[in-house]
């Protein structure tokens, strides 16, 4: 069966540690992955797109990487803040712009 | 900025009830979306839209109708709300256009059926 995993367990960092979390996937074949960010009582927000013809992708303290044979992505965030504590979603394509979401990892980042 | 808005921030509802909760985008985009997520869960895809008009079911359409009357509105509809059916409901849109594919979510609908 298709499923996407991530690490149910919270991740609790101290602050201006790096932050890595995991989203493992099994029985897809997505031509790309997304990474979203969700504070408490809203909607997600979208933060990074990578696509299966790259490895890796950055955007300021944020780095994600993508390996199609490992089924894998990793979501680094560098010098983590207090600021960054929310839930982290990941989501693959499933047929055009259809997304499949994980059910997050929570971040807690303590100063 | 791209505003997706939802009608209700938080909703009471009895069990048998009908219930609509409206979404409206401002960006034009093709691409509409209604998600419940549940604890552990995670979003769970109800139904979208391609276009005005057209619908297709997701992962858990029972239960739920939509409408999509304009391009910037789409509605999901409760035929007999359920207490099962108390959840967040998130509303999403995104652009038809290759190469963007984010989607925008409304601030989300947390209903409770009693």
């Known amino acids: 069966s298709q499923k996407i995993e991530q690490n149910s367990e919270a991740l609790n960092i101290q602050e201006g540690k790096t932050a890595t979390l995991t989203c493992n996937y099994t029985?897809?074949?997505?031509?790309?992955l997304q990474w979203y960010r969700q504070d408490p009582g809203r909607g997600p927000v979208f933060l990074l797109l990578i696509r299966e013809n790259e490895k890796e992708k950055r955007k300021e303290r944020l780095k994600v990487t993508f390996d199609t044979t490992l089924k894998q992505s990793l979501f680094h965030i560098t010098a983590s803040q207090p600021a960054d504590s929310a839930t982290y979603l990941c989501?693959?394509?499933?047929?055009?712009?259809?997304?499949?979401f994980g059910a997050g990892t929570i971040l807690r980042v303590k100063s | 900025d791209v505003k997706v808005t939802q009608s209700s921030r938080y909703l009471v509802k009895r069990t048998g009830e009908k219930v609509f909760l409206e979404c409206v985008q401002d960006m034009d985009h093709e691409n509409m979306f209604w998600y419940r997520q549940d604890p552990g869960l995670g979003l769970r895809l109800i139904y979208f839209?391609?276009?005005?008009?057209?619908?297709e079911k997701g992962d858990i359409p029972e239960g739920y109708s939509v409408s999509r009357e304009k391009k910037e509105r789409f509605s999901l509809i409760l035929e007999s709300a359920s207490t099962n059916q108390t959840s967040m409901y998130l509303c999403?849109?995104?652009?038809?256009?290759?190469?963007?594919?984010?989607?925008?979510f409304g601030p989300g609908t947390r209903l409770t059926v009693t």
């Open positions: 029985n897809y074949s997505p031509a790309y």
């Open positions: 989501a693959l394509d499933s047929h055009g712009n259809k997304l499949v």
């Open positions: 839209s391609y276009d005005v008009k057209m619908k």
């Open positions: 999403a849109s995104s652009s038809g256009q290759v190469h963007s594919y984010e989607q925008y």
